[in-house]
C-alpha cells in the first residue's frame, strides 16, 4: 500500500528552482510533523525541512533562505520550494511521515 509519493525533480541548472510535492494517506498526513530529506551522493539521508500540522517550520543550516516547506492539510500534501540551487543540493529527496517513506525523486543540479 502506496502511502507517500513524491513528485517534482528532475535535471535544473545552478541557480534554478523546483518544487517538490508529496502526497499523503491520511493515516501519515493528518495531525503529524512532516519532513523533506535528502540523501546526497555518499551521504547518509537527512533531514532537511520539517513542518508541523500548524505550519510551524525548521530547516537545516545548509537549505536555510533557499528552501520552503509547507503544507495543504485539505489536499494532505507536503511542498518543498527549491531556489537557488547549487550542485552540492544534487540527490535523492524522501517525503517523510511517522513510519513511512516516499519511493524518493532525484534531484540533479548541473550547468
Known amino acids: 500500500q502506496v502511502q507517500l509519493v513524491e513528485s517534482g525533480g528532475g535535471l535544473v541548472q545552478p541557480g534554478g528552482s523546483l518544487r517538490l510535492s508529496c502526497t499523503a494517506s491520511?493515516?501519515?498526513?493528518?495531525?503529524?510533523?512532516m519532513a523533506w530529506y535528502r540523501q546526497t551522493p555518499g551521504s547518509q539521508r537527512e533531514q532537511i525541512a520539517g513542518?508541523?500540522?500548524?505550519?510551524?517550520?525548521h530547516y537545516h543550516d545548509s537549505v536555510k533562505g533557499r528552501f520552503t516547506i509547507s503544507r495543504d492539510n485539505a489536499k494532505k500534501m507536503i511542498y518543498l520550494q527549491m531556489n537557488y540551487l547549487s550542485p552540492a543540493d544534487t540527490g535523492v529527496y524522501y517525503c517523510?511521515?511517522?513510519?513511512?517513506w516516499g519511493q524518493g525523486t532525484q534531484v540533479t543540479v548541473s550547468s
Open positions: 491520511s493515516s501519515i498526513f493528518d495531525g503529524n510533523i
Open positions: 513542518i508541523t500540522v500548524r505550519g510551524t517550520t
Open positions: 517523510h511521515g511517522p513510519g513511512a
